[in-house]
């Protein structure tokens, strides 16, 4: 097991790494009070129950799967809970689940009488070397993504490799899109392990992987907890990547999968070709069709847009990166010249 720990002026936190701790979570986490287990119906019931069994007061709510809970009225579910359960400033929340149960449940977790204590316990692989940690939280509205949230900080992860075994392999892709992204950004030697790995030698050795991915966030987190600056590096890949994921109906390609898209747009020469390679070895989209004419008002909708210049990561040397300003009408060329149109 690998332990690492984050620290904040507001008071830091620790993030466990290894096999079989979900079944241990009551020897690192404080489950002597009420308990509130978040989970959703697509992740295996076991897990939650594993975390339930520890707890002398424990309940569960198990919400739909899906980006769909990420609302109102599911965070709505939640605090009725709570205000049911006469949860108090000393109970907490257990999420266990990927992105979506742990941005919702945390979100929750702040709003309830203030601030509740918020563990997380990631299932996806996405959750495992990014979102679990950091402090985002948030819910989607009025057809905005993560418009409604707090950064409000968990006080210990549990990662638990095992629970990875039953995620289908499109999401494991996923999740490894983002740890390929840190590695590019930040970390040469992951980037060389993953251009000299299988895909087989890449799971065998998630520990490795998650357990750099998350001393990557760390360092960003610690540097940058509120995105200021730094913590933007984590959006290698983002900009383009939105514009593919925005035209996609019923989710066709997964958010992980238009990143790895989005990533290859920003790149060029020698760092794309390198990217290519490994994207193609373990099985990530290095093409698909969008709609050219919709790329541009794609593009104006950025939130990251200013004076009609988006910022976006650059990755020139693996490992290291700058941030660059391009106008909507480049970024919309990049976007246009890189892949076919419909
Ligand atoms: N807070 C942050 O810093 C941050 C960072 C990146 C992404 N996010 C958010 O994360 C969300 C995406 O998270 P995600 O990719 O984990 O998706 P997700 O939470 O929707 O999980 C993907 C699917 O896998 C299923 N699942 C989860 N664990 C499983 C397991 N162990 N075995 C089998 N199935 C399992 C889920 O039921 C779901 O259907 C988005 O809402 C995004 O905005 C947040």
Do not use: W
Request: charge should be neutral; hydrophobic fraction near 40%; glycine fraction near 8%.
């Amino acid at each position: 097991m690998e332990k690492l720990h984050l620290s904040l002026p507001s008071g830091g936190y620790d993030i466990l790494i290894g096999n079989c701790l979900i079944d241990k979570a009551s020897q690192y986490l404080n489950l002597e009070r009420k308990v509130l287990v978040v989970t959703d119906k697509g992740v295996p019931s076991d897990y939650a129950n594993s975390v339930l069994k520890q707890c002398k007061q424990g309940s569960l709510v198990c919400v739909e799967e899906g980006e769909r809970s990420k609302s109102f009225a599911t965070l709505q579910v939640l605090l009725d809970k709570m205000c049911e359960l006469k949860m108090d400033r000393g109970d907490c929340v257990v999420a266990v689940g990927g992105g979506v149960v742990g941005d919702l449940s945390g979100f929750a977790a702040s709003c309830y009488m203030r601030g509740i204590d918020f563990y997380n316990i990631p299932t996806t692989l996405l959750s495992q070397v990014d979102s679990s940690i950091g402090g985002k939280t948030a819910i989607n509205f009025n057809g905005i993504k993560n418009v409604i949230g707090a950064f409000y900080q968990p006080k210990a992860v549990i990662v638990d490799i095992d629970l990875l075994k039953t995620l289908p392999k499109r999401q494991i892709l996923c999740g490894l899109s983002e740890a390929i992204k840190m590695s590019m950004t930040s970390d040469e030697h992951l980037f060389e392990f993953f251009e000299k790995s299988s895909y087989q030698e890449i799971i065998d050795n998630f520990l490795y992987v998650i357990a750099s991915c998350l001393k990557i966030k760390r360092h960003v987190v610690q540097t940058d907890e509120k995105e200021n600056g730094l913590r933007k590096v984590l959006n290698f890949g983002h900009t383009i990547g939105h514009v593919i994921e925005a035209q996609q109906e019923k989710e066709k390609l997964y958010h992980g999968e238009c990143v790895a898209l989005g990533m290859k747009a920003i790149s060029n020469g020698d760092v794309k070709k390198r990217l290519v390679s490994v994207l193609q070895k373990v099985g990530l989209p290095t093409d698909c069709v969008i709609d050219k004419e919709k790329v541009n008002s794609f593009l104006e909708h950025d939130k990251k847009i200013k004076n009609g210049e988006v910022s976006v990561v650059l990755v020139e040397e693996i490992g290291k990166f700058r941030f660059a300003k391009f106008s909507v009408s480049e970024l919309a060329k990049l976007t246009i010249d890189e892949f076919k149109g419909v």
